[in-house]
């Protein structure tokens, strides 16, 4: 092909605070609502568990519409995999040295809200918080690990969510606000790149997965996201007037689809649907306002957004250093009548493509999309760009001698490498690949450790039992061997 990676490019692996941490009322720590979310499987969603004005526990589906005055609430004898996840809040040093052993020049990880501000709402930091993370970015220093710190994975505190009203309060952008200069001051020397929040553009996600219960949620969810791009917006500016050095990014999911057929109407629907869930979000955060398209969206959806004085001018110049975005696979869009939607990707249900295949959790398995989405991106900003999560979710098996042989996971991985090969030697300004969960980690999806995505195995079970040991799979030799050629050897 000719072209390489280039010299420094940021080899690693991805992580998120309520999926491996643990710990989750230790040290002052405060609960997130996923605190109190069971574990689901492959078939069986994630159920919150919920207290309602008359005492009576309930179990509440995703996105399904929260009774009038419930809390969410831990209850006894029910497993909530969050609570210890895989430990890595006591096992952090050990995890560190085996991402150091792979040759990690990255890792991306997330910093929990609420171990900093237990209720978000608090005038001075938790001390004990801001110190845990200050070891662990310690720890990588000492590693030659450079940290991506994800501001904002998918753990809003508790209080704010049920107190507050969540991201459609406008409140919340200031609590935020102070979260973020209170980190932004105290890791300077420490990190230098961030992300303010992970998949921004899941707050729409409902639109695909729960279109009856969409209608009514979707007002508040494009507040809430509009409330969120004004937060980022800021963070991006304090973070710059903090540490000059700062870069930020922003974080999207990748909403990568095919028009099913070359019918005029679906390439249409394919081009709408890219803009709805995709672009919406990084013409905001790349281009500081929000795209000619939006209006049509929002008289679709019969969207009132509420601006603060200021959020235009914010918006415009808090606009992120580089693009990030989550890939794991596409689907495809049709309008004509009959067709099912069987194609599942991340965050997105679609109709199954005849010419890929796909996992065991029925997510497809699409390298060249991933060549051909950098090069959308690419062409349209034009700022650096960095995959922080890709990878394969699946079963693995530990053999008797304790052993992992994951050659699926290899081959996944490889071809995607290949791919990002492909589309720096297309032009692409490529900085950094880090795999998700390169530590087994709790699935977000499903709540399981059944879907594993790591490199390094963890014994851990969806039953709760396990010793949390940690076992190099095969998939961690031969990354090893990738970082050490610089995506030579594959
Ligand atoms: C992304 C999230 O959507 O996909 C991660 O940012 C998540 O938090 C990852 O874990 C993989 O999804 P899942 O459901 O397989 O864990």
Redesign the pocket.
């Given at each position: 092909m000719g072209t390489s990676f280039p010299k420094g490019f940021f080899w690693g692996g991805?992580t998120?605070a309520?999926?491996c941490e643990g710990g989750w009322n230790e040290d002052g720590r405060g609960p997130i609502p996923l605190d109190m979310t069971l574990s689901g499987n492959k078939v069986t969603p994630r159920f919150t568990t919920m207290q309602l004005s008359d005492g009576r526990v309930v179990k509440v589906a995703p996105f399904a519409p929260e009774p009038e005055g419930a809390k969410r609430v831990v209850v006894d004898g029910e497993y909530y995999p969050s609570h210890d996840a895989v430990d890595a809040y006591h096992r952090y040093k050990e995890d560190i040295a085996l991402f150091a052993e792979m040759g990690f020049k990255m890792l991306r990880m997330s910093i929990s809200w609420s171990r900093i501000f237990p209720r978000g709402i608090e005038s001075a930091p938790n001390q004990a918080g801001l110190a845990f993370y200050r070891s662990v970015f310690q720890e990588l220093q000492a590693h030659c690990i450079e940290p991506l710190v994800t501001i904002c994975?998918?753990d809003t505190p508790l209080y704010i969510e049920e107190e507050l009203g969540g991201w459609s309060n406008r409140e919340v952008i200031g609590l935020f606000d102070r979260f973020v200069q209170t980190i932004f001051t105290e890791y300077r020397g420490l990190v230098k790149y961030w992300l303010t929040f992970?998949?921004i553009n899941?707050q729409l996600v409902a639109k695909t997965f729960a279109p009856e219960h969409a209608a009514g949620m979707m007002q508040k969810s494009y507040q809430a996201l509009h409330n969120q791009f004004v937060a980022s917006a800021r963070a991006v500016r304090a973070a710059h007037r903090i540490d000059p050095d700062y870069q930020v990014g922003c974080?999207i999911?990748s909403f990568c689809d095919y028009p099913l057929t070359c019918d005029p109407h679906d390439v249409l629907a394919c081009q709408q649907k890219a803009q709805n869930m995709f672009w919406y979000c990084g013409d905001v955060m790349v281009r500081g306002a929000y795209p000619p398209y939006a209006q049509r969206i929002w008289n679709d959806d019969r969207i009132e957004l509420a601006w603060g004085d200021g959020d235009v001018e914010d918006l415009k110049l808090g606009t992120v250093d580089f693009f990030s975005f989550?890939y794991?696979s596409t689907s495809c869009v049709t309008t004509h009548e009959g067709v099912e939607k069987d194609g599942a990707a991340?965050?997105s249900l679609g109709v199954k493509n005849p010419y890929l295949e796909y996992s065991e959790?029925g997510?497809s398995m699409d390298p060249i999309g991933l060549r051909y989405l950098l090069n959308e991106i690419y062409g349209r900003y034009q700022i650096p760009i960095m995959v922080v999560?890709n990878?394969l979710?699946t079963t693995d098996i530990v053999e008797p001698d304790g052993s992992i042989h994951d050659p699926y996971r290899i081959e996944y991985l490889r071809a995607h490498i290949e791919a990002l090969k492909a589309a720096i030697a297309d032009g692409v300004d490529l900085r950094a690949y880090t795999p998700?969960?390169c530590i087994d980690?709790?699935?977000?999806?499903?709540g399981?450790m059944h879907?594993r995505?790591g490199f390094i195995y963890v014994d851990r079970h969806d039953d709760g039992t396990g010793t949390f040991d940690r076992i190099r799979k095969d998939s961690f030799y031969w990354y090893k061997k990738v970082i050490a050629s610089n995506g030579e050897d594959l």
């Open positions: 991805a998120a309520n999926q994975h998918y992970n998949e899941s974080m999911c989550s794991y991340n965050m959790y997510w999560e990878g979710g998700w969960g980690l709790v699935s977000a999806s499903t399981e879907k995505y």
